[in-house]
């Protein structure tokens, strides 16, 4: 069992930065990745990034340039920097555990909305 706490969601306006940050305890040895997900109104959730134990990352096209997934695996912590925010950047942001069994463990969510 992974317990997941997100922080660091916020109001910004276009262009400007925010960094979020997913803290896992628990289990956090079975821990094999470690992502970002997020849900805009009406729509479905969508992966943002993802970094694996030794350190790959995946990113979805639309923040390929802008953002950057990092993590202390020391601390289990998992961080997403998102710069030069567009409106369109506006959902809740989910972190994502992926264990080695396969199961996946989610956070509560963190609002970040973008002002034009």
């Known amino acids: 069992q992974v317990q997941i706490v997100e922080s660091g969601g916020g109001l910004v306006q276009a262009g400007g930065s925010l960094r979020l940050s997913c803290a896992a305890s628990?289990?956090?040895?079975?821990?094999?990745?470690m992502g970002w997900y997020r849900q805009a109104p009406g729509k479905s959730r969508e992966l943002v990034a993802v970094i694996t134990n030794n350190g790959r990352t995946t990113y979805a096209d639309s923040v390929k340039g802008r953002f950057d997934i990092s993590r202390d695996n020391a601390k289990n912590i998992a961080y997403l920097e998102m710069n030069l925010l567009k409106a369109e950047d506006t959902a809740v942001y989910y972190c994502?555990?992926?264990?080695?069994?396969?199961?996946?463990?989610w956070g509560q969510g963190t609002q970040v909305t973008v002002s034009s």
């Open positions: 628990g289990s956090t040895f079975s821990i094999i990745s």
């Open positions: 994502n555990v992926i264990l080695s069994s396969s199961r996946s463990s």
